[in-house]
């Protein structure tokens, strides 16, 4: 069974610092790794995705991700926050053979002060 | 670009109601997925459909049922509306149901069951 954890519900940041947001799965077959962001009032939209290609994987508006498999981690980060950023963050799982069904991480919401 | 639209972003229903929430998308997908997002709680799967006339139970399926009579087209239905559904649903699509797909999301319906 796949499964997600975000640990931490909410983050802050001031702009221009270190955006880290932290994300563990479990999954008993390899599996596909997703961050989706959700800004206020709209739906979900893909950020970046693993699917065992190159372990680090860079998505729009200067996020990436680094899967470690020893770790069981896929923490998406940015090295220098912007406003614009706040959001709320998902980080999702799916496995093959589970026709295409993700399961998702409780979010993280990210607020970036002045 | 997919799109994915939901035929309302806000209900106001009464409490033993029948509600329909449509979802169309325009790409040709095959899986099509209705999820509930409450606070806290992330998404969690209603159903979803691979195909048309096919679905399949998610996690919290209780209280609803879905109709796909043709690909573009997945509804989510509310036999009886209960204060309890009241929440944010979201609907999404996927090109196949297979793993490592990108969701596709729609910008959600805000429910509320008096």
């Known amino acids: 069974a796949q499964s997600v954890t975000q640990l931490g519900s909410h983050v802050s940041v001031s702009e221009g610092a270190l955006v880290l947001l932290r994300c563990n799965y479990s999954s008993s077959v390899p599996p596909y790794l997703f961050w989706y962001v959700q800004y206020p009032n709209q739906g979900l939209q893909l950020l970046l995705k693993?699917?065992?290609?190159?372990?680090l994987v860079k998505g729009i508006n200067g996020f990436e991700a680094e899967f470690k498999k020893s770790e069981t981690s896929f923490h998406l980060t940015k090295p220098s926050a912007h406003m614009s950023d706040a959001a709320e963050y998902f980080c999702a799982v799916s496995e093959g053979g589970n026709a295409g069904k993700s399961t998702f991480g409780d979010g993280t919401t990210l607020t970036v002060k002045p | 670009d997919v799109k994915v639209t939901q035929s309302s972003r806000y209900l106001v229903k009464r409490t033993g109601e029948k509600v329909f929430l449509e979802c169309v998308q325009d790409?040709?997908?095959?899986?099509m997925f209705w999820y509930r997002q409450d606070p806290g709680l992330g998404l969690r799967l209603i159903y979803f459909?691979?195909?048309?006339?096919?679905?399949e139970k998610g996690d919290i399926p209780e209280g609803y049922s879905v109709s796909r009579e043709k690909k573009e087209r997945f509804s989510l239905i509310l036999e009886s509306a209960s204060t309890n559904q009241t929440s944010m649903y979201l609907c999404?699509?996927?090109?196949?149901?297979?793993?490592?797909?990108?969701?596709?999301f729609g910008p959600g319906t805000r429910l509320l069951v008096l």
């Open positions: 999404a699509s996927s090109l196949r149901p297979q793993g490592g797909e990108t969701q596709y």
């Open positions: 790409m040709d997908h095959e899986n």
């Open positions: 693993y699917t065992s290609a190159a372990t």
């Open positions: 459909s691979y195909d048309v006339k096919m679905k």
